[in-house]
């Protein structure tokens, strides 16, 4: 009997990916093809320059010089070839659905058309079914630092285009913006039969989590970190099966832990709480979805069985048909069956 081979093991798990900012995917090498193809003047001479700045102590940090990097994408070519290099990317981690989130307002503030993002994006994730079989759900978020009737411009601008929009999130600065701001456009997002979704509980208190489930009425907590503050929310979370999307290597990178074994990935498990692993922004964070797992794996030392649980919670907490979920299950079950 040989030893149990987790990174193998984690390299053929089929999973789902359910945080992921197709902003936060933008590579260095992308962003200097781009803002060649664009003829825009980026502030770093090399690859390892702009890598050396990826240096963060909370979101704020992170957020600046995210938000500066997505200025490059200009064309709705621009919005497909990153939407591209991702899926290609992740579809290498055997990761078999995606639901990603976009941040429109950090375009269409800098006078991107909504088509051309949501063009690019929706042509992308179309190829990427038909060529690398992930399918992907497509998530409009609004950037809580701007105010509620930005939010709703945003909604308005994007009507043309629901046929491809899932949902609505909410991310950004958290501290400060609560998710109480940003209750009447989640509840007229809700009336035109879109999924909600919100970070909370990243950087902000267990009461943003509270206000995201009871005023925003989400399907699906972002983060949640600091959701395990507070018993009666954890108690509350695990009653309504809410689904965590938990981010390892950005809570590193954004100092919301200061140390992956001190990660509460398996804290929530153990609570009940239906927690996944995901990888945020990439790019930005020093792995994709699978050094994630290995990460978090390693850290925590996880075992084969709560691999396998964090895998089906991967599928389990997406918004997959219940005869997909089940396909995917079946795959899981038989890669678990082979080591
Ligand atoms: N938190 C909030 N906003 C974000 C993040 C995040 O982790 N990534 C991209 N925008
Ligand atoms: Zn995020």
Not at 28 to 33: S, Y
Not at 192 to 197: A, E, R, S, T, V
Not at 250 to 259: A, E, F
């Amino acid at each position: 009997m040989t030893a149990f081979d987790r990174d193998a093991f984690i390299a053929g798990l089929p999973k789902a990916e359910l945080h992921l900012h197709l902003e936060g995917s933008l590579e260095p090498e992308l962003m200097f093809a781009l803002a060649q193809r664009n003829k825009i003047a980026i502030p770093f001479n090399t690859v390892e320059e702009v890598r050396a700045a990826y240096s963060f102590s909370n979101l704020q940090d992170f957020l600046d010089i995210y938000y500066q990097g997505a200025g490059v994408l200009q064309t709705e070519q621009d919005f497909y070839d990153l939407t591209m290099a991702y899926l290609t990317r992740v579809a290498a981690d055997a990761c078999r659905h995606v639901e990603v989130f976009f941040d429109p307002q950090t375009h269409t503030d800098r006078g991107i058309e909504m088509g051309v993002v949501i063009g690019g994006i929706a042509r992308a994730l179309a190829d990427g079914q038909s060529q690398l079989g992930v399918t992907s759900k497509l998530i409009l978020c609004f950037l809580r630092h701007l105010d509620e009737d930005a939010a709703f411009a945003t909604l308005e601008a994007a009507e043309p285009y629901l046929e491809h929009i899932f949902g609505v999130g909410l991310d950004s600065s958290e501290v400060g913006h609560p998710p109480s701001k940003f209750a009447r456009v989640f509840e007229a997002a809700r009336a035109k039969g879109l999924h909600l979704f919100a970070h909370a509980g990243e950087e902000g208190p267990p009461a943003y989590v509270w206000e995201a489930l009871d005023l925003l009425k989400i399907d699906r907590i972002d983060h949640g970190n600091r959701a395990l503050e507070d018993e009666a929310l954890v108690a509350r979370i695990a009653k309504d099966g809410l689904t965590l999307t938990v981010c390892p290597l950005s809570n590193l990178s954004l100092c919301v832990v200061h140390d992956l074994t001190q990660h509460p990935l398996r804290a929530m498990l153990e609570k009940g709480l239906k927690a996944t692993i995901n990888s945020d922004d990439p790019a930005y964070f020093g792995g994709y979805l699978n050094a994630n797992w290995h990460a978090i794996a390693k850290a925590l030392d996880l075992s084969k069985q709560e691999l396998v649980t964090l895998a089906h919670n991967s599928f389990a907490g997406s918004y997959l048909t219940p005869t997909e979920k089940q396909a995917h299950a079946e795959a899981i079950e038989a890669w678990a069956e082979r080591f």
